[in-house]
């Protein structure tokens, strides 16, 4: 062993290029009582992307971190697709092809993973999986400014799987939980039972939309239609797994939202409230509910579990 080698810090850093910042959080789950951020900050751009994080790895030292960051939702397609009957070890090729009539480019250059669906099987219909695809030139793309600032990303994730590691947390047992999520760029369902992930969707409402203060009943109509649309679709496909609840994370004037999306679907409706299963001592920020919406996903990507030594 090197007397030079640098020790590893535990847990998983999440780093989020955007157009005009870099989000980095850090959870550590291992030994903790309850997950812990110990980081959960933003940095303003300085230059380009590649100048920006080598500002970061040298005076954050990112080289002694496991290192995760996530797909944006334009750059990725996810489908419901029927779990091939072959080998486990065969199964994401055999998906791979599966995918071929629904994307809108070559199989070959994409980038394909699937997670299985559970209890489908015991439903009365064929065991289901989530795959995604992506290019491999967006793939490239992504991975490019943090090869060029000599950063090593182990992880790259997509925000369905990031928030299941929110909700989870929250979730009662044997039962299903919706969770809806605004940050920037929109909103995500998710449904989750048992710390997996059953079905998700995207919904175009944003942060800033809530911000604006004009057509709010127009608003909060669209999201309770899309809501119980979705609610009754997870039903049909799911009638094994009910859903206790929906969650909701916090948007400008939410305690409204969640009254008028409680009078109009058909479960209970609360805030989401990052203190009720995760600590953050030393990031005081994040007790703005408004910041911890902004972060879920970057929190949540974090949250991966502890590789084995």
């Known amino acids: 062993?090197?007397?030079?080698?640098?020790?590893?810090?535990?847990?998983?850093?999440?780093?989020?290029?955007?157009?005009?910042?870099?989000?980095?959080?850090?959870?550590?789950?291992?030994?903790?009582?309850?997950?812990?951020?110990?980081?959960?900050?933003?940095?303003?751009?300085?230059?380009?992307?590649?100048d920006t994080l080598k500002r970061l790895r040298k005076e954050l030292n990112l080289d002694r971190y496991q290192c995760i960051t996530l797909l944006k939702t334009s750059q990725y397609q996810m489908f419901a697709v029927d779990a091939p009957n072959v080998p486990a070890a065969e199964a994401k090729n055999a998906v791979r092809w599966s995918?071929?009539?629904m994307i809108d480019y070559p199989v070959e250059t994409a980038m394909v993973d699937a997670v299985r669906v559970p209890g489908g099987e015991h439903a009365g219909r064929p065991a289901q999986m989530l795959a995604v695809?992506?290019?491999?030139?967006?793939i490239a793309a992504t991975v490019q400014p943090f090869n060029d600032a000599d950063i090593d990303l182990e992880v790259i994730d997509i925000p369905e799987l990031a928030q299941r590691n929110v909700a989870k947390l929250l979730e009662e047992d044997g039962r299903g939980l919706a969770m809806l999520c605004f940050d920037d760029a929109g909103a995500l369902l998710t449904f989750t039972s048992g710390g997996e992930l059953y079905q998700a969707r995207q919904i175009e409402v944003s942060l800033q939309d809530f911000a604006s203060g004009t057509d709010v009943e127009a608003r909060y109509d669209r999201v309770a239609l899309e809501l119980q649309r979705s609610l009754d679709h997870f039903d049909r496909q799911f009638r094994n797994v009910a859903v206790s609840r929906l969650i909701v994370s916090q948007v400008p004037d939410g305690a409204r939202l969640v009254e008028y999306l409680g009078g109009n679907l058909t479960v209970p409706v609360s805030l989401l409230d990052l203190e009720q299963v995760v600590d953050f001592p030393g990031v005081p920020e994040l007790r703005d509910p408004l910041r911890q919406s902004q972060c879920l996903q970057l929190i949540g990507a974090a949250m991966r579990e502890e590789r084995a030594a």
């Open 1 to 50: 062993m090197s007397l030079f080698s640098k020790k590893q810090r535990p847990g998983w850093l999440c780093l989020n290029l955007h157009a005009d910042r870099v989000d980095l959080s850090h959870v550590l789950l291992v030994g903790k009582p309850r997950p812990e951020i110990l980081l959960c900050e933003s940095f303003r751009k300085e230059g380009s992307d590649l």
């Open 99 to 101: 995918l071929k009539d």
């Open 133 to 138: 695809a992506a290019r491999n030139d967006a």
